[in-house]
């Protein structure tokens, strides 16, 4: 059995919760949760803002912990190996995307937490490919975070063969944005940060930005038009599209790693006279996650955390719901 926390219900509270997941796959990884952190797609998933959750629901998809059984086609890892999971369960194995290491994008790919119970437990399953080995100097205790918002950010620096010498902004600086900064700043671009709060500059430029903009001043976007190659957008919510597309550079691109459901009312003709693009990107490759921890390893980088034990596990929600998480949550065994 898997002892876990579900909702039974949109917006309800997690309660105890024990499933039978039935025979091991043969080439799926149990693992035995250490921690879990929380996201804010769990609190989206549990409150069914995206109509796709079905109940009892069992959040988290940032798993870190150790191999506790392997099925019969497993090589991959072994018993006891300290390894995470993220927002992908599985692949196909078998399609184009899957053939060229883009298995994220794989139309077939299982998500950890639709259709399926996560990581708020004692254990959780997954297919092998999907589970990575965690890096020795990286530390378990925050690693979980990396598995979803960290990868998320970083993943749109190798698709778009981001160079050292291009100026980056970045709009949201909480869970995945603090995160950002760091992964910029170690890349060698020349960051910014966009912030509505000027009391938040110092923290800003010691997570690793250079330069700190205030959204609100209209002054201020203007005085950076045409500056950036790149702006990482990680807000849910609608703001001045038009006035952020501004600020790009001839041939920048505004990448969406938030999720605004508000349509974006975006002009065209800054697009086409500039050569500039707007796009969107979801979590990366198990190849890009090996990637962004050898990089997160290299470079000493890691999320910033508070701990909430698992059994704590409505307060952490109610912590992030509340927008009082600086920066990420993780949940620890009890």
């Known amino acids: 059995m898997i002892h876990a926390y579900a909702a039974k219900e949109a917006g ?11 025979l091991l796959g043969t080439d799926q ?5 250490e921690s879990c952190g929380v996201c804010h797609s769990d609190m989206s998933m549990l409150d069914n803002a995206w109509g796709m959750t079905s109940y009892p629901f069992v959040p988290g998809h940032e798993v870190v912990g150790t191999v506790g059984a392997i099925g019969d086609t497993v090589t ?3 018993i006891g190996q300290r390894v995470g999971l993220g927002w992908h369960a599985g692949y196909c194995n078998s399609c184009h995307t899957c053939h060229s290491g883009d298995h ?42 990396l598995f979803c918002g960290g990868i998320t950010v970083f993943n749109p620096l190798v698709q778009f063969d981001i160079k050292p010498t291009s100026k980056v902004a970045v709009i949201g600086i909480g869970g995945l944005g603090h995160i950002a900064l760091q992964y910029l700043r170690a890349w060698g671009c020349e960051v910014t940060a966009f912030t509505s709060s000027e ?55 505004l990448h969406f790693v938030g999720a605004p459901l508000a349509p974006l009312d975006i002009q065209v003709f800054p697009l086409l006279m500039g050569q500039r693009s707007v796009s969107g990107s979801p979590v990366g490759s198990p190849a890009v996650i090996k990637k962004m921890l050898d990089f997160s390893a290299q470079h ?4 910033i955390v508070e701990y909430f034990p698992m059994s704590k ?18 949940l620890t065994r009890d």
């Open 12 to 22: 309800g509270p997690l309660e105890d919760y024990s499933y039978d997941p039935g």
């Open 29 to 33: 990884i149990e693992i035995n949760v």
């Open 76 to 78: 991959s890892l072994k």
């Open 104 to 145: 994220n994008l794989c139309g077939q790919r299982s998500t950890t937490i639709i259709g399926r119970h996560g990581g708020f437990a004692d254990k959780i399953r997954a297919q092998d490919t999907a589970v990575v080995a965690l890096p020795d100097a990286i530390n378990p205790a925050s690693a979980g975070p």
């Open 199 to 253: 009391g938040k500059k110092p923290a800003l430029l010691q997570m690793g930005a250079h330069h700190v903009l205030n959204s609100r001043n209209k002054d201020e976007l203007k005085a950076a038009g045409g500056r950036f190659d790149l702006i990482l957008s990680t807000v849910d919510v609608k703001l001045d599209w038009n006035a952020y597309i501004a600020t790009l550079a001839p041939k920048g691109r």
């Open 300 to 303: 000493n980088i890691e999320p």
């Open 313 to 330: 596990v409505n307060e952490a929600m109610a912590h992030l719901r509340a927008g009082k998480a600086r920066y990420r949550i993780v």
